[in-house]
Structures are given as structure tokens and as C-alpha cells.
């Protein structure tokens, strides 16, 4: 069965607007738990227009405390943002490509290039060590699941923006076809396919027809669907999708 995790970013980015802690970050974390979600997942940026160093700490002291809840730091891997989840230690780490002042995650990393491979390479030994796993941020090529197996990741997310984009349209099928094939090799070398961008309640069933999706990260629209139909009906929705992942 897919893991949901709830990306907590945008409840954040409400919280930050208004100068105090309201809404509660660790507030909101509690209440999907409560209903089920056996993930969270937070993305601090550096200057931490949302998720902060600190929100990071209390959440993984959090979840901490259930034994089938997964903690997913997710991040450009600079040695503060390093530092930063070998101190807290959350079940995953899943480094992304972005610079400071990217407004999110649009593409995934270059394994092709020697150099970014290397780099890749680095910081998932470093975060072995750590005793933490990781995942590689990665576009749907099939050569890419290659080059991430060369870097001894444990998992890769595959970067859904396209397929979302995509869904319901002529180019869905074609598009679909190119993800399944991404995961199907990931997983043939033995990595962990996970998936996140733009997931929802709509074209998240037809994703899920890729075989042994491990875990789904969704936090912007799932939190703009729990305003319009209520956190209840959405997390029971997505929970019994997941459930009945291929």
C-alpha cells in the first residue's frame, strides 16, 4: 500500500503571514496523524519563508513519538541544511535541486552531468552514515533511474508536475507510460520509487496504477481541498486511494 505524507509547507506560509503561531505547524501535524496520515513532510528553505529550522526539530520530536510515522525532510543538500537533518535525524531526507530563491521544486536533479552524480553521490553516503534514507528528486527518463542507482541512493521521488499537467488531456497516456517506465527500472535496480507535485484527489488514482508507489508526498492542493470539502473527507479520501494503490 502507498504511504500518503502530508507536506506541511503551505500551513506554514499561513502561519508566517501573521506574525505568530497560528496556525500551529505542530498543531496541524497532530491532526492529520490523528486521522490516519502515517507521513509528514516539510521542505525548509534557507530563508524560511515557511517551514523554519525549528518547525523541523518539533516535528521530528513529534513524530518521534508514533512508531508508524515516517518523518521526510526534504531540501537542497547545503551543508546548513545537512547539518541540519544529521541533528534531527527524520526517517528520510529527499534532496532536491533547487537554488534560495526558487519558488518550488520544478525539475529534478541532472545525474547525466559527471559532476551533479558525483555530488548526489556524496551526500547520499553522507546521509548513510547518518543512518537516514534518502531519495533523489527525479524527472520521468528512464536513464535517469540508471544514474541514480550509480549515486547508492535508497529511493527516488519522481517529479509528477508533467503527469498532473498532463491529466485528462491527449498527452496523458504517453506521459503516464513514461513515469511507469521510470519507476519500473528504479525498481528493477533495487531503489524505492516515490512520487510528489501536484498530486490530488482527481488524477491521483490514475497515477497509482504504477505498481509499488512507496509513499505519495502532497501538501499545496491537499491543503486547499481540505478548505473546500473539509480535512475529514480528505483524508479519508486519499487514505483509501492509497489503500487501494497497485
Known amino acids: 500500500m502507498t ?49 523554519t529550522r525549528q518547525d523541523t526539530r518539533d516535528l521530528a520530536k513529534l513524530c518521534a513519538q508514533y512508531d508508524d510515522v515516517e518523518f521526510n525532510v526534504e531540501g537542497y543538500p547545503s551543508e546548513d541544511f545537512l547539518l541540519l537533518v544529521e541533528e534531527v535525524k527524520p526517517d528520510q531526507v529527499t534532496l532536491v535541486p533547487d537554488s534560495p530563491d526558487q519558488l518550488t521544486s520544478d525539475h529534478g536533479w541532472d ?71 521510470t519507476a519500473e527500472r528504479a525498481q528493477a535496480l533495487g531503489l524505492g520509487v516515490n512520487a510528489g507535485h501536484d498530486l490530488d484527489l482527481t488524477n491521483l488514482p490514475d497515477f497509482l496504477t504504477i505498481k509499488d508507489i512507496l509513499e505519495v508526498s502532497i501538501g499545496h492542493v491537499l491543503t486547499i481541498e481540505c478548505i473546500e470539502q473539509g480535512m475529514d473527507s480528505v483524508i479519508a479520501q486519499y487514505l483509501d486511494i492509497c489503500k487501494n494503490s497497485a
Open 111 to 181: 545525474l547525466a552531468n559527471s559532476d551533479t552524480l558525483a555530488f548526489a553521490a556524496q551526500c547520499c553516503e553522507r546521509l548513510k552514515k547518518a543512518g537516514i534514507r534518502s531519495s533523489l528528486f527525479l524527472d520521468p527518463q528512464v536513464d535517469l533511474a540508471d544514474f541514480a542507482a550509480e549515486s547508492g541512493t535508497d529511493r527516488v521521488e519522481l517529479y509528477t508536475e508533467e503527469f498532473a499537467h498532463t491529466h485528462n488531456t491527449e498527452a496523458a497516456e504517453a506521459v503516464l507510460a513514461r513515469y511507469r517506465a
Open 3 to 51: 504511504q500518503l505524507s502530508v507536506n506541511l509547507n503551505k500551513i506554514a506560509l499561513l502561519r508566517n503571514s501573521r506574525g505568530r503561531d497560528f496556525p500551529s505547524v505542530l498543531a496541524f501535524a497532530q491532526k492529520y496523524i490523528d486521522r490516519g496520515v502515517k507521513g509528514i513532510t516539510v521542505h525548509p528553505r534557507q530563508d524560511e519563508r515557511h517551514i
